[in-house]
Every structure is written in structure tokens, then in C-alpha cells.
């Protein structure tokens, strides 16, 4: 995901503050995702920006054209988008959204006094489920949805990518041990869900022998484990909680556990053992050519910032 300008926005409130802690309290961002997306400007630059000492952050030569470069750029759009603004700024009426209840949560209610700062007399109808609803029947107007689309008359636009990850308390692990192979999963509580969509199984990648015909190619095939535990929930927070509480193993988005994981309430554990669920995130709707202005508000309001939150898993 190309997100340049949310990498210059952080960057930009790094040098401004003097240092990456002050920065992430601002940002509400770990010390340590700061530190990444700054490093990943630098990756892919292949330039030092800043020289870090235990007193201050000094800019480098090419920090300081980086600096004032991303200034500009960031004054431009914050200029454009309250230019744009201020002609959507009368939109009014009501926006039906839905969206799981963790990515709604995390992602989406922390932003709507920011959101009614700029739109005020747009009403946000806002409801959480991990159902897939429809939005035709359901008079929704833009949903949120968690892995693959199905074919169908509604439009997609990409927010970003949620990875899954196997997470337990330290109070699980203590307890039961850490499972260190696939094969171990079948002597651990492993929560799950209870929605038509979901399976009892995690999805794995193993290693795959070339093909003898084309011994140059290798490729990894999916393997599917199944697995087995005390709770069925409709919901990932419900999970969440218990992996909390101690119950046992839950699988996750990364966004959903990143602040757990980062405080030590819970633990990554099988991280190597080549987990594939990656599942992209869209806002879809209905009719574009038709959609009311206010939720081509809402939706322009929200991807961006949607997508920023996302890249700091």
C-alpha cells in the first residue's frame, strides 16, 4: 500500500516535536511503529534522514530537503482538501455504514468527531457486525468488508491489507505451553467464529517441492489445519476478549492486536510457521454515478485516514 503522504505526515511530526516518543503520543502510534515507518522512508530513499542520538534528532542533508519538500507537499493537500471541503461542507442528510465490529471500533468511531468537525450536518448511521449484510436490503449505504469480494452489481474501493496472527495471553502460555509446529494446534484451545463465512480451519503455507519436470520452479502450497476450541463467537472483539482472559489461541487481524501485542497482553507465537491470511479491506456501495454527496463525503473523508491506520500495523 502507497502510503507516502501518512509516512510524510508522521515524519513531518517527528522533526516537529524533537523526538519519536513525543511524536507516537501525538499520533497515538507505538514508539516503535514510528520508528518503522521513518526507517521505511529511509529503506526506500536509501538516504539517512535523521541522525539519532539519546538527546535530540538532527536532520541529515538530504532530511533537510526531505523536511522542507514534504512541508510544502503536505500544506498543498491540507490546501486542497479545505478547499474541496468547503464546498461539500453543506452536505446533509443521513449515511448508512456498517462494518465489523473490531475494524469499526479501532478504526473507524475514533475518527468521527474529526469527521462532524468538517461535515455537521451529516448523520452517521453506523452499525457493527461481522455479518456480511446486504446493502440493498439493509438500506446501507457504504459497508466495510474484510476479505475477498463476491461478484456482484457493487462498487469497490481498496482501503488496504489485514494480516492474521495467532495470538495468545502470557497467562495462556504459561499454562499450556507455546506451540511451537502446526501439528502442536491440536493440543490448544483455538477460538472461533460462528458465521456462515467462517471455518474451523487456519490456512497455512508449507514448502513445495519443485515440479521434476521444471526443477527451477518452487512454489509454497496452501495447507489448511483444522482446529478445535471452547468458543464459537460472531464477533472478533468477543474473541479478542477471552484470548485476554486467558482462554486459549485466537487468530486475529493485525490491527486488531497490534496494541495488545505492543503493551505484552498478548503474544504472537507460530509467526514463522508461514500463516496465509491476508485479506484486503474495501469500502463498497452501491451506484457511483448516484451517490449522494453525502457519502461521497464520508467516503473521501475516511480512505485515506482508513488506509494510514492500516499501514501502521
Same mark, same amino acid.
Given at each position: 500500500?502507497?502510503?507516502?503522504?501518512?509516512?510524510?505526515?508522521?515524519?513531518?511530526?517527528?522533526?516537529?516535536?524533537?523526538?519519536?516518543?513525543?511524536?507516537?503520543?501525538? &499520533?497515538?502510534?507505538?514508539?516503535?511503529?514510528?520508528?518503522? @515507518?521513518?526507517?521505511?522512508?529511509?529503506?526506500?530513499?536509501?538516504?539517512?534522514?535523521?541522525?539519532?542520538?539519546?538527546?535530540?534528532?538532527? &536532520?541529515?542533508?538530504?532530511? @533537510?530537503?526531505?523536511?522542507?519538500?514534504?512541508?510544502?507537499?503536505?500544506?498543498?493537500?491540507?490546501? &486542497?482538501?479545505?478547499? @474541496?471541503?468547503?464546498?461539500?461542507?453543506?452536505?446533509?442528510? /443521513?449515511?448508512?455504514?456498517?462494518?465489523?465490529?473490531?475494524?469499526?471500533?479501532?478504526?473507524?468511531?475514533?475518527?468521527?468527531?474529526?469527521?462532524?468537525?468538517?461535515?455537521?450536518?451529516?448523520?452517521?448511521?453506523?452499525?457493527?457486525?461481522?455479518?456480511?449484510?446486504? @446493502?440493498?436490503?439493509?438500506?446501507?449505504?457504504?459497508?466495510?468488508? $474484510?476479505?475477498?469480494?463476491?461478484?456482484?452489481?457493487?462498487?469497490?474501493?481498496?482501503?488496504?491489507?489485514?494480516?492474521?496472527? $495467532?495470538?495468545?495471553?502470557?497467562?495462556?502460555?504459561? /499454562?499450556?505451553?507455546?506451540?511451537?509446529?502446526?501439528?502442536?494446534?491440536?493440543?490448544?484451545?483455538?477460538?472461533?467464529?460462528?458465521?456462515?463465512?467462517?471455518?474451523?480451519?487456519?490456512?497455512?503455507?508449507?514448502?513445495?517441492?519443485?515440479?521434476?519436470?521444471?526443477?527451477?520452479?518452487?512454489?509454497?502450497?496452501?495447507?489448511?489445519?483444522?482446529?478445535?476450541?471452547?468458543?464459537?463467537?460472531?464477533?472478533?472483539?468477543?474473541?479478542?476478549?477471552?484470548?485476554?482472559?486467558?482462554?486459549?489461541?485466537?487468530?486475529?487481524?493485525?490491527?486488531?492486536?497490534?496494541?495488545?501485542?505492543?503493551?505484552?497482553?498478548?503474544?504472537?507465537?507460530?509467526?514463522?510457521?508461514?500463516?496465509?491470511?491476508?485479506?484486503? $479491506?474495501?469500502?463498497?456501495?452501491?451506484?457511483?454515478?448516484?451517490?449522494?454527496?453525502?457519502?461521497?463525503?464520508?467516503?473521501?473523508?475516511?480512505?485515506?485516514?482508513?488506509?494510514?491506520?492500516?499501514?501502521?500495523?
Amino acid at each position: 500500500m502507497d502510503n507516502r503522504i501518512g509516512e510524510m505526515q508522521v515524519f513531518l511530526r517527528v522533526i516537529e516535536t524533537g523526538s519519536f516518543s513525543q511524536a507516537s503520543r501525538q &499520533l497515538q502510534m507505538t514508539p516503535s511503529t514510528v520508528s518503522k @515507518l521513518i526507517g521505511r522512508i529511509e529503506q526506500r530513499l536509501n538516504a539517512r534522514l535523521v541522525e539519532r542520538s539519546t538527546r535530540r534528532l538532527v &536532520l541529515t542533508a538530504e532530511g @533537510l530537503v526531505y523536511y522542507e519538500r514534504a512541508q510544502a507537499l503536505v500544506a498543498e493537500l491540507d490546501d &486542497l482538501e479545505h478547499t @474541496l471541503a468547503q464546498g461539500a461542507a453543506h452536505a446533509r442528510g /443521513k449515511v448508512r455504514v456498517n462494518a465489523s465490529v473490531a475494524f469499526g471500533s479501532l478504526a473507524l468511531v475514533p475518527l468521527l468527531p474529526e469527521f462532524w468537525e468538517v461535515y455537521p450536518n451529516i448523520v452517521v448511521d453506523l452499525s457493527l457486525s461481522d455479518e456480511i449484510v446486504d @446493502l440493498y436490503l439493509d438500506r446501507t449505504d457504504i459497508a466495510f468488508r $474484510i476479505g475477498p469480494l463476491q461478484d456482484s452489481a457493487l462498487v469497490a474501493r481498496r482501503i488496504g491489507t489485514a494480516r492474521r496472527k $495467532i495470538v495468545a495471553s502470557p497467562t495462556y502460555l504459561e /499454562k499450556h505451553g507455546t506451540p511451537l509446529t502446526l501439528e502442536s494446534l491440536d493440543e490448544h484451545n483455538c477460538l472461533g467464529f460462528n458465521f456462515r463465512r467462517a471455518n474451523p480451519v487456519w490456512p497455512f503455507k508449507e514448502p513445495e517441492r519443485p515440479a521434476s519436470a521444471m526443477p527451477e520452479r518452487t512454489g509454497r502450497r496452501i495447507t489448511e489445519r483444522t482446529v478445535r476450541g471452547s468458543l464459537q463467537a460472531n464477533n472478533g472483539e468477543t474473541v479478542r476478549r477471552m484470548a485476554l482472559a486467558g482462554v486459549g489461541l485466537a487468530r486475529l487481524g493485525d490491527f486488531h492486536v497490534r496494541d495488545d501485542i505492543a503493551a505484552g497482553r498478548l503474544v504472537e507465537v507460530l509467526a514463522d510457521a508461514g500463516l496465509d491470511d491476508e485479506e484486503p $479491506i474495501h469500502a463498497v456501495y452501491l451506484g457511483a454515478q448516484r451517490m449522494p454527496q453525502r457519502s461521497r463525503s464520508f467516503l473521501d473523508f475516511f480512505v485515506h485516514r482508513l488506509q494510514a491506520f492500516l499501514s501502521a500495523s
